[in-house]
């Protein structure tokens, strides 16, 4: 039997390596021009950054993680998102030693243990940011910003975000306990047994409850935004404002809950609805406790991340993506003739200068080398057969145009480059 791979993982196939890294580079790109460096931190990390960060009773810490003991007895888990590393990285290497502000972006797979679905992966990849430092509404206007211009580039110009808001240290603990929890307990058995756990423990994780008969119990529960303090609702407005400001399309939604504890005022989510259930590309928000919760000084904070995989698909669907914009078309060399290949390398280094060249050196013959590099999709097939190589010369097919010319091997760099 052929060995597969583990359910809910993907392999990332060179049909869909150019679109992959076409988005990375745009992601760098943006993040280059807003001044976000990058920034990698390990795959796993100790299971206890993810409990106290991302929280215990959520379900990306209690159902979702892979966590294993090292050989040592050490608890570790493989990351379920990238926010908990970053900001330990942050307080490990004392990055905001002296305060000011810190711009982190980065790149990688992520992995939670759910049921596997189109769009929902046990390892997928997400990219996203995090602005460490300033409590200014305007950096969240600006973190949303960065992710519209990115999936902007890669097609999505009309994308709405759905803004929220899950108050603060102020106004949270009143509603939760005065507002919240008895409502929960008003709801009783109408609620599944793990929603009446969380009414105790963690009553707003019961918004993520994926039950029918809970979601329908909870419909008209009151959310946080309806119990916002004078100050976190001042905030909401204000990146409201700017957002409208900056043409900024985006929706006031009082239900949005994230499904990570660490949140504090702002929360948001862009969506692609033909995704269907999954649907969410990416989401984000202020998280102005977490860097006291691992251990450091309080900084305000705020981040997103976006969904590759899911990024991929909406792309695909859409073709919202030119070929032309993957990266430049370069040559394809159809070597007819073994004792060419010497001269074949020498062609195909000297016009790597200038274009991308790949050299058939499987011994085909003219047809089917032709064939594969009409697939390829390459503006020029180079060839090199018998009667090139006793003239040293190249004939040069442009498959735009169909046009054919052999010319000196000396000659070809000059008009490939006068062909831009
Ligand atoms: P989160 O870290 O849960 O806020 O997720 C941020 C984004 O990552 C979501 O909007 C999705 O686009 C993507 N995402 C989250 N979980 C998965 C998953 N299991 N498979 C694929 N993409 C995911």
């Not at 808001?165 to 005065?178: F, N, Q, T």
């Not at 305000?300 to 792309?315: C, D, H, N, T, Y």
């Amino acid at each position: 039997m052929k060995i597969q791979r583990p359910r809910g993982t993907n392999d990332l196939t060179p049909d869909r390596s150019p679109l992959m890294r076409f988005l990375h580079r745009t992601f760098l790109d943006v993040c280059d021009r807003y001044g976000f460096a990058q920034v990698d931190t390990p795959i796993f990390e100790r299971t206890e950054l993810f409990t106290r960060a991302v929280g215990e009773e959520t379900d990306v810490v209690s159902k979702e993680m892979y966590t294993f003991d090292d050989r040592k007895g050490r608890s570790m888990s493989l990351r379920p998102e990238g926010t908990a590393g970053v900001v330990r990285m942050v307080l490990e290497n004392s990055l905001m030693h002296g305060g000011g502000n810190l711009r982190l972006g980065y790149w990688g797979p992520m992995f939670r243990y759910d049921r596997p679905q189109a769009g929902r992966y046990r390892q997928f990849h997400q990219f996203g940011v995090e602005a460490l430092g300033s409590a200014s509404p305007a950096m969240d206007a600006e973190v949303i910003g960065l992710l519209v211009e990115v999936l902007g580039h890669v097609g999505f110009a009309d994308t709405t975000v759905e803004l929220g808001s899950v108050g603060d240290a102020c106004c949270r603990p009143a509603y939760l306990e005065k507002v919240l929890k008895p409502v929960l307990k008003g709801l009783g058995d109408r609620l599944c047994a793990t929603c009446r756990d969380r009414a105790e423990t963690n009553p707003m994780r019961v918004f993520d409850c994926k039950v029918e008969s809970c979601k329908e119990a909870l419909a008209h529960a009151p959310r946080p935004m309806d119990h916002l303090c004078g100050d976190c609702m001042a905030h909401q407005e204000r990146v409201e404002e700017l957002l409208t400001e900056a043409k900024i399309p985006f929706k006031r939604d009082k239900a949005l809950v994230r499904g990570l504890d660490y949140y504090t005022r702002t929360v948001f989510e862009v969506h692609y609805p033909a995704l269907g259930a999954q649907s969410a590309l990416g989401g984000g928000g202020r998280y102005d406790r977490l860097m006291e919760q691992l251990g450091g000084k309080a900084t305000p904070a705020v981040g997103f991340s976006a969904g590759i995989e899911r990024i991929l698909i909406a792309v695909e669907t859409e073709k919202t993506v030119e070929a032309a914009d993957l990266g430049s078309r370069g040559a394809y060399l159809v070597l007819l003739d073994a004792k060419g290949e010497a001269a074949a390398t020498r062609v195909a280094t000297s016009l790597r200068e200038l274009i991308p060249v790949e050299v058939d050196f499987s011994g085909r013959g003219m047809k089917a080398q032709l064939k594969t590099s009409n697939a390829k999709g390459v503006r020029f097939a180079l060839i090199l057969g018998e009667d090139e190589l006793a003239k040293a010369a190249v004939t040069v097919k442009d498959l735009d145009s169909g046009e054919q010319v052999t010319l000196p091997e000396s000659e070809l760099k000059e008009f490939i480059k006068a062909l831009g």
